[in-house]
């Protein structure tokens, strides 16, 4: 008679791999190496997405909070200056969901980065004249 060699276990294994690869295109639903190769491949790009997905927002963000400063006739740039110089502790995510769904708190948000950046500018171009 052989010797068994892991038997149940390695059965099990093979079965957690399958069921892990359920939904797959062809063989990489049915055989192991296939769907070995093919989980690893999707584990990678599901890791690499969470970040690009972070990265996506940002951008989504910013282009927002620039399109709400813009129709203020300001400058995306001075409002984090400003804002930062003032102690606004508001990030990207949160001044974008006030500038779209309240805009007269951001009109005030504006005006506070206004006077904060203005300081700053005047005093700049005072001492180089």
């Known amino acids: 008679m052989p010797r068994a060699r892991k038997g149940a276990a390695r059965t099990q294994a093979r079965r957690k791999l399958l069921r892990e690869a359920r939904g797959y295109y062809g063989t990489k639903s049915r055989l192991k190496q296939q769907a ?72 005030t948000l504006v005006t506070t980065a206004r006077t904060h950046c203005s300081v700053q500018h005047h005093a700049k171009t005072a001492k180089a004249a």
């Open 36 to 107: 070995k190769v093919a989980i690893m491949r999707a584990l990678r790009n599901m890791w690499r997405h969470r970040r690009l997905r972070r990265r996506n927002y940002r951008q989504l963000w910013i282009t927002r909070i620039t399109a709400a400063c813009r129709m203020r006739g300001f400058k995306y740039s001075l409002l984090i200056n400003g804002l930062s110089r003032a102690g606004c502790l508001l990030n990207r995510k949160m001044l974008s969901e006030i500038a779209i769904h309240d805009p007269a708190t951001f009109d």
